[in-house]
C-alpha cells in the first residue's frame, strides 16, 4: 500500500524555521520526482518545490531562497527546510508523487504550519 505522512508542521514566529518530513512508501521514493504542494485557507493548493531521483530541484518564486527541498533514500524520507518563514507561509504543507499507473497523484494528509506576525 502506498503512503506518504507528512509531520513537522508547527506554530512558529515570523522570521522562525521549520522543517517539515514526508515518509514515503519505498515503492515510489525511490522512482519518482516528488513535490511539496501547500494550500491557505480559502485558497487553491499551490506547488511549493520538486526534487527529482538525481537531487535536481525548483522552487516556487515565493520561497525560493528561504526553503530547501531533500531526500534521504536510506530513510525513504523527503524534507522541506523552511527559513525565514513569513505568515503568509501559513497552510497545510502536502507532499505528493506521482501515481504512474493511473497518471494520477499520491497525497499525504497534511500537516498544518501556522507563522504569527
Known amino acids: 500500500q502506498v503512503q506518504l505522512v507528512e509531520s513537522g508542521g508547527d506554530l512558529v514566529q515570523a522570521g522562525g524555521s521549520l522543517r517539515l518530513s514526508c515518509a514515503a512508501s519505498?515503492?515510489?521514493?525511490?522512482?519518482?520526482?516528488m513535490d511539496w504542494f501547500r494550500q491557505a485557507p480559502g485558497k487553491q493548493r499551490k506547488f511549493v518545490a520538486r526534487?527529482?531521483?538525481?537531487?535536481?530541484?525548483n522552487y516556487a518564486d515565493s520561497v525560493n531562497g528561504r526553503f530547501t527541498i531533500s531526500r534521504d533514500y536510506a530513510k525513504n524520507t523527503m524534507y522541506l527546510q523552511m527559513n525565514s518563514l513569513k505568515p503568509e507561509d501559513t497552510a497545510v504543507y502536502y507532499c505528493?508523487?506521482?501515481?504512474?499507473?493511473?497518471?494520477?497523484?499520491?497525497w499525504g494528509q497534511g500537516t498544518q504550519v501556522t507563522v504569527s506576525s
Open positions: 519505498e515503492s515510489i521514493f525511490t522512482k519518482n520526482y
Open positions: 505528493r508523487a506521482p501515481n504512474t499507473d493511473s497518471g494520477g497523484s499520491y
Open positions: 526534487i527529482t531521483t538525481d537531487g535536481s530541484t
